[in-house]
């Protein structure tokens, strides 16, 4: 990291060395101060996409399940599908007509989720299916 920082400093203080010698010389007098400001900012444009596009994350691979971990706590294939609605932060009424089910349904489904995964709130559910790679 450092070593990167101080190239940009370098190269920044190359190019500031550079437009300071042409404001000496005889293109200096005919070319106005927008300009060089202007090149500036372009050049710290260019700085700021380039950097930009290095520090951000690159696509992953797809979210593959925890199948180990789905066999381990015994959890059934409704009971996952219950989670990845769950994430998305419905209400049981809305988890219910996702899946054409009655709401009572819904809560049974949800308690035996909490019991398997060991928790009591739906924040904590997420929270270890997210730490299981159970959902995404």
Request: charge should be positive.
């Amino acid at each position: 990291m450092w070593r990167t920082a101080i190239l940009y400093a370098l190269g920044l203080a190359v190019v500031a060395v550079a437009l300071e010698q042409l404001k000496f010389r005889y293109a200096a007098d005919q070319i106005s101060t927008d300009l060089y400001v202007g090149l500036l900012a372009l050049g710290f444009i260019c700085l700021g996409l380039w950097v930009g596009h290095r520090l951000t994350a690159k696509k992953s691979a797809p979210f593959e399940r925890n199948a180990a971990a789905i066999a381990s706590l015994g959890l059934t294939p409704r009971e996952c599908e219950i989670l990845d609605l769950l994430a998305s932060g419905q209400s049981n009424k809305e988890l219910a007509r996702a899946l054409d089910v009655s709401p009572n349904t819904v809560k049974t489904h949800l308690a035996n989720l909490f019991a398997k995964l060991d928790v009591d709130r739906r924040v904590k559910a997420i929270e270890k299916a997210r730490f299981l790679s159970l959902i995404e």
